[in-house]
């Protein structure tokens, strides 16, 4: 395989991370914004502010994601884009609300407050559950007909339900107090639906496809592969122990998020594994969606140069702001 | 309508949504970056108050522009595949330099501007809003040339319909592209300029003043004194450039259907597609040629010339007039207010009240010149997603019109609401007495000469 060949992989790697990225960064706060309407008047200012300082930045993982997916795949993009329009958009307006609703809910009149908070709700369950309706539908190759809506609707319940158990778990980290004892709770609720929905998820994808049931039930991979289910059950039930443990709220209290974001980080593995080389499940491949090599080549030369410095004043903004959250102030 | 029709509305309600807010991010990062040095060089708390409630107005601003901005990202796919299948090898780059170049950097730093204060130094602080500044600027900066690039494309060869460069650095300084940035940037500082000078003007009259805002009134006024002229200048160039690769848009703003020599400046009229002629017109005698050519019997080539080729004439001649009339404006209220100003030492009880009356009826004035400018610069492309080269209706999505009719609805009244509520926190907060300001954060004054705040 020449450099110009493997050049899609390199990008389809790059998209994914990115995705992978704005799943794990925005779904925990997404979680929160979930999270605001069973919150005491007293949490809801803290909880905003455990994540002021980053949703900005999160975003913008999912502009590079898709970026990636139109710079890189335009040919996918507007096969996935096209499919799942009506969805996108209402994850736009999601993300809209959500996003201003956030600044205006302190600066808005005290009593236009509490609506602004509720468009926080709003906005972020909207976002969320339309995101995965979309995920429901791609990994099942975006098919049409009443058992793939049906599939689609448990996923647009059961990716909310793991942004919960993501922002729960941030919150644990982040807060202390009643806060971060409502926080274990929530998290206890998000649980079942997250190990229903993965369950579902590695189900109905060798269900409906050939490919992946092939690529994962044949011998010797079958056995080859079953750390990646084993490890996930694995994390999935440290999770729920941890929660139980007395020292969740003390010297423990990463663990539950550090966990999630390792079983977002395995499913991600493993839905890679079952689509590769497919950008759209048995329809696209990638090389057949990938731009021209020359154009992969000048972005990806920005990449390289863009992406470690990228991480490296990521990792700068979490580390300003590491440790529990006081209240946030404008300066 | 038809589905094309419906993409373009649908295309441009979320472009004009979104540049209202950027327009105001790409300046008002720098005047804070100035409210805030003054602050640390001068230790005036009025300057420090003018920094924490334009940060609150930033801080705003930018979620408006992210937000709309996210969801431009996903229209260039659903409403024109097959402008990326076509143009990707030069718009795709683009766009993925402004996102790895700008967008995080100006993203991940807003935290530490906004928040950050007390857990990093006052240079890092300081550093952070310079960034963030320099990152919205940036961006500015990559979407503009693709921007221009469609206008005047450049540095490109044609292969089976598909777009390869030839030249990035062509492609990138693509003829239009310097004039555009320039105009583009001046026309952020001008609406950042009445901006600040109208919310000031506003407390002024409604007694809500605090400690800053007679400087944030200054640095407005002056801001427009000194760009104003420069805007005239610029535009004046952009216009001869445009004349020069664009003749068809010229024609259309000035209302020129035949080709002449000497051709009159139209104040008003009123164009006629169907009679292909002007009624009720209003002229100078030689005027577009003399602005166009500089040359009083210069020839403007007319719009029977590219006939099946050329935009609709009413909305560049109105939009481009509504522009023109609106930067007038600004000049005169701009020196006006300069030259009273002066005489009376910015002392807030001696200004006339006529005079802030205009100044915070004009506060969203850029926000008007910026759109109408940027509607006969975009539909002027028209009917050419890329000029001359390749037809909008060739690179629509087959998306059906109801959907695209469902979601237009969608996103208008989304937009609707939420720029009446910017105007009304804007003004709310305008109105807030100092002290709300003040509870916000205890800074305790830097020791000349200390890092550490």
Known sequence: MTFDDSLPIIFMALMGVSMLAYVVLDGYDLGVGMLMHRADEAHKDTMVASIGPFWDANETWLVLGVGMLLIAFPKAHGMVLGALYLPVALMLVGLVMRGVAFDFRVKARDHHKQAWNRVFFAGSTLAATSQGWMLGHYITGLNDGWAFDLFAAAIAVALPAAYVLLGAGWLILKTDGALQAHAVKWAKLAWPPVVIGLGLVSLATPWVSETVRHRWFSMPAFIALLPIPLTTLGALALIRVSLNSSRVTGKLCWAPFALTVAVFMLGFFGLAYSLYPFVVMDRLTLQQAASSPATLKVIGLGAAVTVPMIAAYTVFSYRVFRGKIGELRYA | ?453
Do not use: C
């Open chain 2, 1 to 453: 309508m038809d589905a094309l029709l419906l993409a373009r509305m649908q295309f441009a309600a979320n472009i004009t949504f979104h540049i209202l807010f950027p327009t105001i991010s790409i300046s008002l990062g720098w005047v804070l970056l100035f409210f805030r040095s003054r602050w640390l060089a001068t230790h005036d708390r009025g300057w420090l108050i003018a920094y924490r409630y334009w940060t609150k107005v930033f801080a705003l601003t930018f979620a408006l522009g992210v937000v709309s901005g996210i969801t431009m990202s996903f229209q260039f796919g659903t409403n024109w595949p097959g402008y990326m299948e076509k143009a990707g090898n030069i718009a795709g780059p683009l766009l993925g330099y402004e996102v790895l170049t700008a967008f995080f950097l100006e993203a991940s730093f807003l935290g530490v501007m906004l928040f950050g204060h007390g857990k990093v130094s006052e240079r890092v602080h300081l550093v952070a809003t310079f960034l963030v500044a320099f990152g919205t600027t940036l961006s500015a900066f990559w979407i503009l040339s693709l921007n221009s690039w469609m206008q005047t494309p450049a540095g490109y060869e044609v292969v089976d319909g598909v777009f390869h460069v030839t030249s990035w650095r062509e492609v990138i300084f693509n003829p239009s592209f310097p004039y555009r940035l320039a105009h583009k940037l001046l026309a952020s500082a001008l609406t950042v300029a009445f901006l600040l000078a109208g919310i000031s003007a506003w407390q002024l009259l409604k007694g809500t003043v605090n400690s800053s805002t007679v400087r944030v009134l200054r640095t407005g006024i002056a801001m427009a004194v000194v760009l104003v002229p420069v805007q005239v200048f610029v535009g004046d160039l952009h216009g001869l450039n445009t004349l020069k690769h664009q003749p068809a848009k010229i024609a259309a703003m000035e209302g020129v259907w035949e080709t002449e020599r000497g051709a009159p400046l139209l104040l008003f009229a009123w164009p006629n597609a169907t009679t292909r002629s002007n009624d009720f017109e209003v002229a100078i005698p030689k005027g577009a040629s003399l602005i166009l050519t500089h040359e009083a019997d210069g020839e403007i080539r007319g719009l029977n010339e590219f006939e099946g080729a050329h935009p609709p004439v009413a909305p560049l001649f109105f939009g481009f007039r509504i522009m023109v009339g609106v930067g007038m404006a600004m000049l005169m209220l701009g020196w006006v207010g300069g030259f009273i100003g002066r005489r009376r030492r910015w002392d807030a009880a001696r200004l006339p009240r006529p005079l802030l009356w205009a100044f915070a009826a004009m506060t969203f004035s850029g926000w008007v010149a910026t759109v109408a400018g940027w509607y006969v610069t975009e539909i002027g492309r028209q009917p050419f997603v890329v000029y001359g080269l390749l037809r909008t209706a060739e690179v629509a999505s087959n998306v059906a019109p109801a959907r695209i009719a469902l979601t237009l609805a969608l996103y208008v009244t989304t937009y609707l609401a939420l720029i009446v509520s910017y105007i009304a926190v804007l003004k709310y907060m305008a109105e807030k007495p100092e002290s709300a300001l003040d509870h916000d954060t205890p800074v305790p004054l830097p020791a000349p000469g200390s890092q550490r705040a």
